[in-house]
């Protein structure tokens, strides 16, 4: 039945481990509790979303209405599977409901982007988002954020692209807790308050193998508990890692392994500001490339630049994460980052300033002011049959001794902790 596949993904788990190939597949045996997925680290990786509730097909890119994504999202206990591909334009915020599963790498054709406003993600607690786009816009509410969360716990967000925040672009500002961001894109927060987002939580936060870029400031700015490992920063302004903006709060961080880049805008800016005694760091093995000369070149960044902050000899006791070097982390946020497995126009412009290495690279004011006058063109597809809409298709339940008549099967939960479904939605990006 099922044996076989369950080795061969447990198989290439452990053999992504070994070589931490971009996160994606990393498959911790001591771990007593189940992760979101393999491949899931930090604070939120425990997050169980839809596992094992009803499954809600997207089967229109309308705004809302019967089978929108807004629809899907507005009730909880849900695994969101795709039909279709493409760009669902929305006039008003979505609120995203607690105990749910976006599986956006069930889109066919190019994936799913969600345009014109903002997502809020507050209260949704125990939620895993996986391979979508996430793009606000001009259009977009004033002093909003594009993905904001005012309070909530045990969120996972895994290959998302977000961009053109109004207020911020990724923030979480209030009582939220044991939340992770990996894998993902936040770039382009609009003028005039360009930011990659305020992170302030009075939980734990991860930020891991993402891509920060084109963001005036706010790179992010921090303040609480905060695991910030092997991630690139390009092309801010006046801020990249702010260190608690002066804050008489305590913040406490663990920041390794990541690589800061200067862009056309960044002039010689440092890539850590705002420090005081009260941020208490951890601190190991981050770069800076500040020369722009389309060489990747940087040295170890010196303790003199993350200011006065208090120093830790060890770091703090977060989730363990396998940190790779910070030149093989770029290489691997070039790779992989965002909701990559079709990468859309946006994106891969984003990718291009990046690999430019400082000579490509600019904040904007409006969406329109890019080569793809907003979200550009997001092809569709064909979605394979699902004659029991449990989620999975007809021939992969035929191939692994499912009933594909049998609307309760993909609920069923196997001896490693996933069900069906999800071994099927796993299966689909590993490895990539």
């Not at 990724?170 to 003028?191: A, C, R």
């Not at 907003?374 to 049959?385: E, H, M, N, R, Y």
């Not at 499912?402 to 099927?424: A, H, T, V």
């Amino acid at each position: 039945m099922l044996e076989p596949i369950l080795k061969r993904i447990k198989s290439t788990c452990l053999k992504y481990s070994i070589m931490a190939a971009a996160g994606i597949c990393l498959f911790h045996e001591a771990s007593t509790q189940q992760l979101a997925f393999p491949g899931a680290e930090g604070f939120g990786r425990f997050a169980t979303g839809g596992r094992g509730a009803e499954v809600y097909h997207v089967t229109n890119l309308n705004d809302s209405g019967p089978g929108s994504f807004r629809d899907a999202v507005s009730q909880p206990n849900r695994t969101v599977v795709f039909e279709v591909g493409g760009v669902i334009e929305i006039k008003n915020r979505i609120v995203v409901s607690p105990n749910i599963t976006i599986a956006g790498q069930t889109a066919p054709g190019e994936g799913i982007t969600v345009y014109g406003n903002g997502v809020s993600y507050s209260d949704a607690n125990n939620t895993i988002t996986r391979f979508i786009r996430y793009r606000m816009g001009k259009i977009g509410e004033k002093d909003k954020d594009a993905i904001g969360i005012a309070h909530g716990k045990d969120m996972i967000f895994d290959h998302v692209s977000i961009s053109w925040g109004k207020d911020g672009t990724f923030d979480l500002n209030g009582d939220v807790s044991n939340v992770t961001l990996q894998h993902s894109i936040i770039g382009h927060g609009l003028q005039t308050h360009s930011t990659g987002g305020l992170v302030q939580s009075t939980g734990g936060v991860s930020i891991l193998n993402c891509l920060y870029i084109n963001n005036h400031t706010r790179n992010p700015k921090v303040k609480g508990l905060n695991q910030f490992v092997n991630n690139v920063v390009y092309n801010w302004a006046v801020a990249g890692y702010i260190l608690g903006g002066f804050s008489k709060g305590i913040s406490k961080a663990n920041v390794e392994g990541n690589y800061f880049i200067a862009g056309p805008e960044s002039g010689h800016t440092p890539p850590f500001s705002r420090a005081n005694e009260n941020f208490h760091l951890y601190s190991k093995n981050n770069w800076y490339d500040a020369n722009r000369n389309g060489i990747l070149d940087g040295e170890p960044i010196s303790k003199i630049v993350y200011g006065a902050v208090t120093w830790e000899e060890k770091p703090f006791d977060y989730p363990h994460i396998n940190v790779k070097a910070p030149d093989q982390a770029y290489q691997l946020v070039v790779e992989h980052v965002g909701a990559s497995l079709q990468r859309d126009e946006v994106d891969k412009n984003l990718i291009r300033d990046l690999t430019s290495l400082g000579t490509l690279g600019k904040t904007i004011h409006d969406e329109m002011e890019l080569p793809t006058k907003g979200p550009g063109t997001v092809k569709g597809g064909k979605a394979p049959i699902d004659t029991d809409r449990d989620g999975i298709p007809d021939h992969w339940e035929l191939a692994n001794g499912l009933d594909p008549n049998d609307p309760e099967d993909g609920k069923r939960i196997n001896p490693d902790g996933y069900s069906n479904l999800e071994i099927y939605l796993n299966g689909l990006v590993h490895p990539q």
